[in-house]
């Protein structure tokens, strides 16, 4: 079971990866077609050009904190998008929207609880 876990957290972070370096190919992209150079890109970061140079080949592992301040030296706003898969799905169907839970009795004290499982899809 553990390595199955440590296996899916394996994959999930290739995944991310792999966005990550086609975000920053389009990035770079984008600064070229612009006319920008890494040298002016490392001044505004306050960094190194060879350190601009390593994050656009892909030697690097930045940060997503370090690719939305490139994005937005560039130009470029950065938008995440929610995406539920299958399985998550199901299990969204099937949670009961409004519940409500019995009386709860404490002493001479009488509670009522309710909670909400709003989840929007």
């Keep these: 079971m553990l390595n199955q876990k440590r296996r899916e957290s394996i ?7 792999k ?3 086609q975000l920053i190919s389009d990035l770079v992209e984008i600064r070229k077609k612009l006319g920008i150079e890494q040298a002016d890109i490392a001044q ?13 080949s892909g030697q690097t592992n930045p940060t997503q904190q370090t690719i939305r301040r490139y994005a937005r030296i560039v130009g470029v706003s950065i938008e995440y998008q929610l995406v539920l898969d ?17 009386h709860l009795q404490y002493g001479k004290n009488k509670y009522t609880v309710q909670y909400t499982d ?4």
């Design 11 to 17: 994959r999930k972070r290739r995944e991310q990866n």
């Design 19 to 21: 966005r990550d370096w």
């Design 44 to 56: 505004k970061m306050s960094v190194s050009q060879s350190t601009i140079s390593r994050f656009e």
């Design 86 to 102: 299958a399985e998550i799905r199901h299990v969204i169907q099937d949670v009961t929207t409004y519940q409500e839970m019995p």
């Design 118 to 121: 709003k989840v929007l899809a």
